[in-house]
């Protein structure tokens, strides 16, 4: 299912600011070589995110799913002077080419890779977030979204990824394990009345969370 209109996309992405060159490489990278590619932001997306970094000026990140770095990197854009970022990554070899982009970056020591499972990092991790990434395994999003809520700063913002799950949440019946879970975190957050939400259909559909 097209939940961009192609010729939109490619209208936003030429009135979009560039990406560094660093940004661009990993990009160009990650398509031609990783067989998983789908799985990374995309242009605009990270674009987005670090305007949102920029506005929000956050000393703590906490970002769920660093993939090769692409978005960790946009995220970082907008870190205060003596900010942190710390993103967590459960497989190996991506979290291996995700530090060398990161050792390559003006962002290297702010950055902090976690290698692991979330559910036993997150724990470890005693800051309070002004905003966090999720873009994990789709069946956590909602222990995720628990787990992290308590430790978030009061108008701090979550940033859900791939909410839309490429348009199977519009089914009339969802059919797939991973779809059928996003639709019930959507619903989840929707009915949480400790957060206000807006699902912007950008790419797959990000939620923007603000804690009240």
């Known amino acids: 299912m097209e939940l961009v209109n192609s010729k939109a996309e490619v209208y936003a992405e030429q009135l979009t600011t560039m990406n560094n060159d660093l940004l661009q490489q990993i990009q160009t990278d990650t398509l031609q ?3 998983h590619a789908n799985m990374m932001s995309s242009f605009t997306q990270g674009r987005m995110l670090a305007v949102l970094s920029r506005l929000k000026q956050p000393v703590y990140i906490l970002e769920i799913g660093t993939f090769t770095g692409f978005s ?3 995220l970082a854009e907008g870190l205060c002077e003596n900010g942190q970022l710390h993103t967590i990554e459960l497989r190996e070899d991506d ?3 995700a530090q060398k982009n990161f050792n390559l970056s003006p962002y290297a020591k702010k950055i902090n890779l976690h290698r692991g499972n979330a559910l036993d990092i997150i724990p470890t ?3 309070k977030w002004d905003i966090i990434f999720i873009d994990a395994d789709k069946t956590g999003y909602i222990q995720y979204y628990d787990m992290v ?3 978030l700063h009061k108008n701090g913002l979550i940033i859900a990824d791939n909410v839309l799950f490429h ?3 519009l089914e009339e019946n969802i059919q797939g394990k991973n779809a059928k879970a996003i639709h019930a975190f959507n619903k989840y957050v929707y009915n949480d009345n400790s957060t206000q939400q807006v699902l912007v259909t950008i790419r797959d559909g990000l939620l ?3 804690k009240n």
């Open 33 to 35: 070589n990783h067989p």
């Open 72 to 74: 960790a990197l946009c």
């Open 95 to 97: 979290a291996a080419t």
């Open 125 to 127: 991790l005693e800051f």
């Open 149 to 151: 809520l308590p430790r």
């Open 167 to 169: 348009g199977e949440v």
């Open 208 to 210: 923007l969370i603000q």
